[in-house]
C-alpha cells in the first residue's frame, strides 16, 4: 500500500477492483460493494486499512478520470459524477468511523486522522482531503467533520 500505510488482508484486491473498471460510477460501485463486505474482515484495525485502500484507489480513479481523454465528462460541464463520487466516499468513512470508532486503538485513530486529512492527488483539481467533506447532520452544506 502506498506512503507507508500498512496493507491488510483483501486491501490490494480491492484496489485492484476499483482500478479495473473504467467510468467513475463503476468505481464508485465497486467503493460500495467492497464497503459492504467490511465485516469479512477480522479487526477494526484492518477494516481501517481497507478503508485507506478502497479510497485510495478511488481516489487514483478519480484523478485519471478527470485529467484523462473523457475529463469534459467529469469536470462539472456534464455534471458531478466526480463530486457525487468524493462524497459518497466521504459518507462511507463517516459510517464506518461512527461504527467502528470505539474499536480501534489510539495507534489506529492517528493513522486514521493522518490519512483523511491527507492531500490525495486530486486535490490539484479541486479535491479536499476527505475529511473536510461531507453534510452537516441536517444534510445541508458541505462542511468539516
Not at 101 to 128: H, I, M, N
Request: proline share 3%.
Amino acid at each position: 500500500m502506498p506512503r507507508g500505510y500498512p496493507a491488510a488482508a483483501g486491501t490490494i484486491a480491492a484496489i485492484d477492483a476499483i482500478a479495473k473498471v473504467k467510468l467513475i460510477n463503476a468505481a464508485r460501485n465497486v467503493f460500495a460493494k467492497q464497503y459492504s463486505k467490511l465485516a469479512q474482515h477480522p479487526t477494526a484495525a484492518a477494516r481501517l486499512r481497507v478503508m485507506i485502500g478502497l479510497t485510495r484507489g478511488f481516489d487514483q480513479h478519480l484523478l485519471k478520470a478527470i485529467t484523462g481523454q473523457n475529463r469534459a465528462k467529469y469536470n462539472g460541464k456534464h455534471g458531478e459524477d466526480g463530486s457525487e463520487g468524493q462524497l459518497a466516499v466521504s459518507a462511507a468513512w463517516r459510517q464506518f468511523l461512527m461504527e467502528q470508532g470505539r474499536a480501534l486503538s489510539e495507534e489506529d485513530w492517528k493513522l486514521c486522522a493522518d490519512f483523511v486529512f491527507e492531500k490525495l492527488p486530486t486535490e490539484a483539481y479541486g479535491f479536499q482531503p476527505i475529511g473536510h467533506l461531507g453534510s452537516s447532520w441536517r444534510g445541508e452544506g458541505r462542511e468539516r467533520v
